[in-house]
């Protein structure tokens, strides 16, 4: 199913009246179906963005209460998630309980923080800057709101 079947199922009649983002994690691949996979198991209630990013792209910072449709790489839809929290943090200040609601690898914040400094190298790199332990990332929390039931094999 596509993103925009997902949303009208979803929210039925009010879909044209509320919007919502499309995206994979980490940009897509195994990996962003791997982490879409541990929403669907109620494992990953949480992300993390390098804010680096959204200066780049001139996009702004994702609000509590906003929905966005998570993809697999093949392009169709895994579910929809509602943000429940947004905080912009130091990377060096996340702290271990956000690397557990990530729900990645052994949950750990020394885990989280390997895993983060070589994803976000290159969105440094486009940006045309070096990787500051210093600079600020887009904590986000949310909650599973609509599962697709016939992908369960992703």
Not at 14 to 19: L, N, R, V
Not at 25 to 42: P, R
Request: one cysteine or more.
């Amino acid at each position: 199913m596509k993103s925009n079947e997902m949303w009208q199922r979803y929210a039925g009649d009010h879909a044209d009246q509320i919007t919502y983002e499309a995206w994979a994690f980490c940009g897509g691949g195994k990996v962003g179906d791997e982490l879409a996979g541990l929403v669907l198991a109620g494992v990953k209630t949480a992300t993390t963005s390098a804010y680096v990013s959204y200066q780049i792209e001139g996009e702004p910072v994702p609000e509590e209460g906003s929905y966005s449709v998570v993809m697999y790489d093949d392009g169709e839809a895994a579910c929809v998630i509602r943000t429940t929290r947004v905080s912009l943090v130091p990377f060096n200040e996340v702290p271990a309980s956000h690397a557990y609601l990530e729900g990645e690898g052994d949950r750990s914040l020394s885990y989280w923080r390997r895993v983060h400094r070589e994803a976000f190298k290159p969105e440094y790199l486009a940006a045309g800057k070096d990787f500051d332990e210093r600079d600020l990332c887009v904590l986000e929390e949310f909650e599973l709101v609509y599962p697709v039931e016939d992908h369960a094999d992703k």
